[in-house]
């Protein structure tokens, strides 16, 4: 198993913006495709992000709307979402998790590793 811990949620206003870290065990983003998920009370889980080991492959474009860049950096073994432009509609819990490279990313079925999620509210 490997042990995924979300930071960087909080309650901020429309317009603000904001950075979500995800810590993994040491090596991890250089050997798995790790992404951004969220879910909304009363809604599906979606994806959000996705970056491989070789950088980003995907974004949800009807959420993230240009918005929501995904990045990593393999010497701390951390992979970043920030959020810009934050709108009430993002607001939702959101997770990372990873998955064995070779799997579709876009699936969540793909992904056997989850944390625990960090709240993000965003207030207009």
């Known amino acids: 198993q490997v042990q995924l811990v979300e930071s960087g949620g909080g309650l901020v206003q429309a317009g603000d913006s904001l950075r979500l870290s995800c810590a993994a065990p040491?090596?991890?983003?250089?050997?798995?495709?790790m992404g951004w998920f969220r879910q909304a009370p009363g809604k599906e889980r979606e994806i959000v992000a996705v970056?491989?080991?070789?950088?980003?492959?995907?974004y949800n474009e009807a959420a993230v709307k240009g918005r929501f860049p995904i990045s990593k950096d393999d010497a701390k073994s951390t992979v970043y979402l920030q959020m810009n432009r934050l709108e009430p509609e993002d607001t939702a819990v959101y997770f990372c998790?990873?998955?064995?490279?070779?799997?579709?990313?876009?699936?969540?079925?793909?992904?056997?590793?989850w944390g625990q999620g960090t709240q993000v509210t965003v207030s207009s």
């Open positions: 970056i491989s080991r070789s950088g980003p492959v995907a």
């Open positions: 998790a990873a998955a064995q490279p070779g799997t579709p990313s876009q699936e969540a079925t793909s992904y056997q590793n």
């Open positions: 040491r090596r991890t983003t250089m050997w798995y495709t």
